[in-house]
């Protein structure tokens, strides 16, 4: 057997970086250092390391694959290992992507790691660095009081894994689960980020607690009280939760993730109709248990990073999500997150860019929901622009969405999207009526559930639930 002893550098600086390393030996054997730390999630297997690593392998042609986050080129090595001695080889990682450039900072909103993990300080520290966030955020949770390895940590900034180019958050999901189908999803989940103290209680319900747990308080009773804090409040993942709309349409959300921790239509298409309904609501997004996909949400500080305006940037929705592609779009020279003021009928000058690792094959301009332009390229672009005119004559948004035909190493497909930019031309767009009454529908049903099917520890308790709904009822109905 030999040994392969690797070094990897950054190409520009020829310094050593840390990065995730697949080693393939002749016979289609992954080796990995006894001790490593192995990547969770799908697709291809890695093995963490920091800088420089060695294995044993087997005599023939192996391959050794090494990436670093997604603004960094992969880069895949063919060594020729002897029967015995030992081989080096260098490895040069070079960057494609230099966000921090123009103020975009990558971050993971979204992040738990469960009972099984052994060695969760270890994983925490080489994730957020391999993966190149600006901002980790991993929140506690609660399902029956299971002894999910990062509820260890204590609620806020945590300084030991916090620099001047990176923060690291705990942060909170609280959240509510049903029962008997369609509301099987109950009130839903939401996203604390920076708080200074836990929100109580963190869940709530049968499913989740204790049996005879109540469903209450609501999510967004402790969206206000996350608030009040100084937090901010991001729907994650759970797009049919019976809160969604709710919490959306009384102003207790600062963004909405999507895609959390893959592509999941529920989210996609709720998000649409809710700014349809004229609901400004930045794209966030993050991979839920462990780093199990490429997702990251960039956000523009308009200034120096920190983890005070990176939070000023995403609560402005000058954002994108992604798991590899840059995005950006102006409308009438505006930013995503803004509003163009047409004072009535006018025209839209849109213009999406974007610049990619792998290949790009479509791009699309979304007015609406609506796809009014698109190209394709059948062999694929790694960088260029799509540009529209469209004459308006009510209310909206737009934004734009890349998708690529090549799949990553956890086997997602490629894609980004950008969060909104807003007009104003002073009348109701036309697809809002059919988004209200989608919404309304929707909180009959949720009234009917609570009625016959939440458990509440007496009837004011059930009433504070079914008046919140109500205002939200009332909310919907005075945006026609």
Not at 288 to 312: G, L, P, Q
Not at 391 to 406: C, F, K, T
Request: charged share 25%; with cysteine.
């Amino acid at each position: 057997m030999g040994i392969l002893h690797g070094t990897i550098v950054d190409a520009d600086t020829n310094q050593p970086i840390n990065a995730k390393v697949h080693v393939l030996t002749s016979s289609g054997r992954f080796c990995h250092p006894d001790d490593a730390m192995l990547k969770r999630g799908p697709g291809t297997p890695f093995f963490f390391c920091e800088g420089s690593f060695e294995v044993t392998t087997n005599r023939g042609r192996t391959d050794v694959l090494v990436e670093r986050g997604t603004e960094y080129e992969p880069n895949r090595v063919v060594v020729d290992m002897p029967a015995k001695g030992a081989k080096d080889v260098e490895i040069k990682l070079k960057r494609w992507y230099h966000p921090q450039d123009q103020n975009w900072y990558p971050g993971n909103t979204h992040i738990h790691y469960d009972e099984k993990e052994t060695r969760p300080d270890d994983r925490l520290a080489i994730d957020s660095s391999v993966e190149g966030y600006n901002v980790t955020v991993v929140s506690v949770l609660d399902r029956r009081q299971l002894p999910y390895a990062s509820n260890k940590y204590p609620i806020g900034v945590m300084n030991e894994f916090t620099t001047a180019h990176h923060v690291l958050d705990i942060g909170e999901e609280n959240r509510h689960y049903g029962e008997n189908s369609p509301w099987g999803m109950g009130y839903g989940h939401v996203m604390f980020l920076k708080l200074r103290n836990l929100v109580q209680p963190v869940s709530r319900g049968h499913i989740l607690t204790a049996q005879f747990d109540p469903d209450y308080p609501p999510l967004c009773f402790c969206c206000d009280e996350a608030r009040e804090q100084g937090g901010i409040v991001i729907w994650c993942h759970n797009g049919k939760g019976l809160e969604a709309p709710i919490a959306a349409v009384l102003g207790k959300l600062d963004a909405f993730n999507l895609f959390d921790p893959f592509w999941a239509d529920p989210e996609y298409e709720i998000w649409y109709k809710l700014l349809n309904c004229g609901i400004h609501l930045p794209a966030s997004t993050g991979t839920d248990w462990f780093v199990c996909s490429n997702n990251r949400v960039y956000v523009n500080t308009k200034a120096e990073f920190s983890y005070e305006s990176w939070i000023d940037g995403m609560k402005s929705g000058n954002t994108f999500i992604t798991n590899s592609p840059a995005l950006d779009l102006r409308v009438n020279d505006h930013e995503m997150g803004q509003t163009v003021d047409l004072g009535g009928a006018g025209g839209l000058d849109i213009e999406g860019t974007f610049t990619s690792y792998y290949p790009i094959h479509r791009i699309e301009v979304i007015h609406n929901g609506h796809v009014v332009h698109a190209e394709s390229w059948p062999e694929g672009k790694r960088d260029g622009n799509i540009r529209h005119k469209l004459n308006v004559e009510r209310d909206g948004w737009i934004a734009v969405r890349a998708w690529g035909d090549h799949r990553d190493s956890f086997d997602q497909s490629i894609y980004a999207h950008s969060s909104p930019v807003y007009f104003d031309c002073g009348v109701q767009p036309a697809e809002r009526e059919a988004a209200v009454q989608h919404f309304l529908k929707g909180i009959e049903d949720s009234l009917s559930w609570i009625d016959d099917y939440g458990r509440y520890s007496n009837d004011q308790q059930r009433e504070d639930v079914k008046e919140l709904f109500r205002k939200g009822k009332e909310a919907y109905s005075a945006l026609l």
